[in-house]
Nanobody, 114 residues
């Protein structure tokens, strides 16, 4: 399974970005999908998770009300809509797929700075 993230970049505080993660797997709909992030000098942390059918979603307290995770199983893609971005959201964002095993993408860099 290969996961490819995209959509990162430089954005000003208060701005928005949408990250995408596309999986090269036929059984994408069976995977729970999640987004993690790792800021410089910090440990990787869970940002958001969505279950295989998209019924349940959970978020880190630090992003609740600002980030939204969603998925399109027909496109094998999970998204992370990020609004009202803050400098502390600066990190490399990783996509993770879990079903029997876990798989990680290589990450996409998000920089929030004026």
């Amino acid at each position: 399974v290969q996961l490819v993230e995209s959509g990162g970049g430089l954005v000003q505080p208060g701005g928005s970005l949408r990250l995408s993660c596309t999986a090269s797997v036929i059984t994408f709909s069976r995977y729970d999908m999640s987004w993690y992030r790792q800021a410089p000098g910090k440990e990787r942390e869970l940002v958001a998770v969505i279950t295989s059918a998209g019924v349940s979603r959970n978020y880190a307290d630090s992003v609740k009300g600002r980030f939204t995770i969603s998925r399109d199983n027909a496109k094998n893609t999970v998204y992370l809509q990020m609004n009202n971005l803050k400098p502390e959201d600066t990190a490399v964002y990783y996509c993770r797929a879990t079903w029997r095993m876990e798989y990680w993408g290589k990450g996409t860099l998000v920089t929030v700075s004026s």
